[in-house]
């Protein structure tokens, strides 16, 4: 299995959500041992315009991360409880990133985490073998479906209505 390069993430973020579905999100544990989950579920989230991006109240020290390089993991708490994990995509200065929604067996973005042991040790790192974590390719390519983002009310019907959610058809 071929893991994924730079030049994958670097192009915008609906481009990419769609193709990490079905790939392998890995992480490998201090014992040395790999945690291999395959991704089920994807959301885009694409600039300041978008009010569901962290980015839409502008560069702040929490979203810093999201203007710049491509490939790099962003990771934060939700609710004071939950771990959600993001890949940042696309041009420098542009800020967009990808959340990891869910996996086999591993629904909602918080249950991933935990199941990977992922938390805020791993923000500011590249997604790569060398940091360990890394996504793979074993060249599944899954049948999609397109659906509305999850949790985002707050960023206005139109917003919240994005079909920028992509999920692995069953």
């Known amino acids: 299995m071929k893991p994924l390069d730079d030049a994958f993430f670097h192009r915008d973020c609906l481009e ?3 193709e990490l579905v079905g790939k392998l999100l890995v992480h490998r544990m201090p014992d040395g041992s790999l945690r291999r989950v395959r ?3 994807t959301e885009a989230y694409r600039g300041e315009e978008d009010k569901g991006c962290h980015a839409s109240k502008g560069r702040t020290r929490r979203t810093e991360l999201l203007y710049g390089e491509s490939g790099i993991i962003y990771i934060y708490l939700c609710y004071g409880m939950h771990w959600l994990m993001n890949v940042v995509t696309g041009e420098r200065d542009q800020p967009q990133g990808v959340l990891f929604r869910a996996a086999e067996a591993y629904e909602g973005p918080g249950k991933l985490t935990k199941y990977l042991q992922l938390d ?3 923000n500011g790192k590249p997604l790569c073998p060398d940091t360990g974590v890394w996504v793979e390719d074993d060249g599944l390519v899954p049948e999609l479906d397109t659906k509305p983002r999850v949790g985002i009310d707050y960023a206005g019907p139109e917003w919240a209505a994005k ?8």
């Open 16 to 18: 990419v959500a769609p």
């Open 39 to 41: 991704i089920t579920e």
């Open 120 to 122: 805020s040790s791993c």
């Open 163 to 170: 079909p920028w959610r992509f999920v692995m058809r069953k």
